[in-house]
Nanobody
Framework: QVQLVESGGGLVQAGGSLRLSCAAS????????MGWYRQAPGKQREYVAR???????NYADSVKGRFTISRDNAKNTVHLQMNSLKPEDTAVYYC???????????????WGQGTQVTVSS
């Protein structure tokens, strides 16, 4: 059993900052890529950022230069520092991780429950 639990969402004014965190726990052998996605009301879930186990990062064009993804491999956590937030960043943010489960040594995609980020204008 593996769980991803997000934290750090909330309400912020445009131009402000928030830091999201996601902690993985359970029967984990190793974690490959970790990332963040978001889903705004009435829209499909979209990719935000990704970080590999080696620390290589990738961002959606819409957040490049404003968001920074990082991870702590020792704590099985991933963070998303969001600066210069805009009203269009309002969405539910989901953590995603590709995890090798210790009981089977097979890898699966896991998702967190989501955390709401609301940016007021």
């Amino acid at each position: 059993q593996v769980q991803l639990v997000e934290s750090g969402g909330g309400l912020v004014q445009a131009g402000g900052s928030l830091r999201l965190s996601c902690a993985a726990s359970g029967s984990i052998f190793s974690i490959n890529a970790m990332g963040w996605y978001r889903q705004a009301p009435g829209k499909q879930r979209e990719y935000v950022a990704r970080i590999t186990s080696g620390g290589s990062t990738n961002y959606a064009d819409s957040v490049k230069g404003r968001f920074t993804i990082s991870r702590d491999n020792a704590k099985n956590t991933v963070h998303l520092q969001m600066n210069s937030l805009k009203p269009e960043d309002t969405a539910v943010y989901y953590c995603n991780a590709r995890i090798v489960v210790s009981t089977t040594l097979r890898s699966y995609d896991y998702w967190g429950q989501g955390t709401q980020v609301t940016v007021s204008s």
